[in-house]
């Protein structure tokens, strides 16, 4: 009877911890939501330098947000975009593909990382991502027509 109780509480004591370190795990995560976003003066910064195509500033500020909310795919998202309109394919690809790790239906990540293969020459893996987003969101979301259009437009030019 006693080694029936010690594993019973071995057991338990396991599946305890293993939930909080879930929980705690999760309460630590930064979720990529609006109300979340809005609270970054950062994030804020970054998304006003893009509306204004200010991609450097873009890219500091987002740089800063990402200091502050690292598994934030909104913020690698928007990290990537400033990136890619500066020209810069390298880290462009980083971090829509860190937005992509953190939240694998990202659906403007998606939209995003296909126009930057787009860039690239890479029309195939542009694709790829246009089936993703068909899976995610069907052809009738934004993403979805806003990437069918690039792609159509760059086989035009080709």
Not at 26 to 31: K, R
Not at 34 to 41: G, H, L, Y
Not at 86 to 106: C, E, T, V
Request: with cysteine.
């Amino acid at each position: 009877m006693t080694k029936l109780l010690a594993t019973l509480l071995l057991a338990y004591s396991t599946l305890l911890t293993a939930a909080l370190t879930a929980s705690l795990a999760s309460a630590n995560a930064v979720q990529s939501t609006p109300a979340a976003n809005r609270q970054s003066a950062d994030f804020v910064a970054g998304k006003k330098a893009i509306e204004r195509k200010d991609w450097k500033a873009a890219v500091e500020s987002l740089t800063r947000a990402d200091k502050e909310m690292p598994d934030n795919a909104d913020v690698q998202n928007y990290l990537g975009y400033a990136y890619r309109h500066l020209g810069d394919l390298d880290n462009s690809f980083a971090h829509y593909k860190a937005a992509l790790r953190i939240d694998p239906k990202h659906r403007g990540a998606h939209e995003y990382i296909g126009q930057a293969y787009l860039k690239a020459g890479q029309p195939e893996k542009a694709g790829e991502h246009l089936q993703a987003l068909e899976k995610i969101c069907g052809k009738g979301c934004e993403e979805y027509r806003d990437l069918a259009k690039a792609i159509a437009d760059y086989n035009k030019g080709r």
